[in-house]
């Protein structure tokens, strides 16, 4: 008789092979699913904790600080963009509020903008390293975001260099190469 119960148990499982794989499967999933979104919602925008510690006697000794209201529709890639002209200068704005999730500011908070030396804003080059002609000869070390930078004080126009130059691999520059510089 155990056998018979044995026998049946083994004939139901197999009937039902593909609705219980369908299961697990979807267990998976979700467990999967879960994990990512939990790993992903405490590491978005968040700031290693060193960089936050500091003693109030410091932020008191700063004579050159702004003061800034948060409006509907600010982050603080936007808020540095303003400042800075660089939204990656964020991590300066949360590191001095001490934000610990960039991604949670609200409205009407108040928020610090630390002053940032001439070196630390983006473009703010002295004029040896700026690109005036309309030509550059790529030197070791280059790279067209850099020659952008220099060229008009903003990466992003690297673009405009790698097509006015047809390259086809904008990654690939050798020292050398003379890049025509579009005015």
Do not use: C
Not at 90 to 100: F, P, Q
């Amino acid at each position: 008789m155990i056998k018979l119960d044995i026998k049946k148990l083994l004939k139901t499982i197999k009937l039902n092979e593909s609705s219980i794989s369908f299961v697990l499967g979807l267990i998976v999933v979700i467990a999967v699913s879960s994990l990512a979104f939990r790993y992903i919602k405490n590491t978005k925008s968040s700031i290693p904790t060193e960089l936050l510690t500091g003693t109030s006697t410091q932020q008191e000794e700063e004579t050159a600080l702004n003061s800034y209201e948060v409006k509907t529709g600010d982050s603080l890639w936007k808020i540095a963009e303003n400042y800075y002209g660089d939204g990656f200068k964020w991590i300066d704005i949360a590191t001095e509020n001490k934000l610990s999730n960039a991604s949670q500011i609200e409205v009407g908070q108040k928020l610090t903008i630390p002053e940032l030396g001439k070196e630390e804003v983006a473009g703010a080059n002295t004029e040896t390293d700026s690109i005036q002609g309309n030509t550059y000869t790529v030197q070791k070390g280059d790279s067209l975001w850099d020659i952008a930078v220099r060229s008009y004080g903003d990466g992003y126009k690297w673009v405009e260099i790698a097509k006015i130059n047809k390259l086809t691999n904008p990654d690939l520059i050798h020292s050398g190469n003379i890049l025509t510089i579009p005015r």
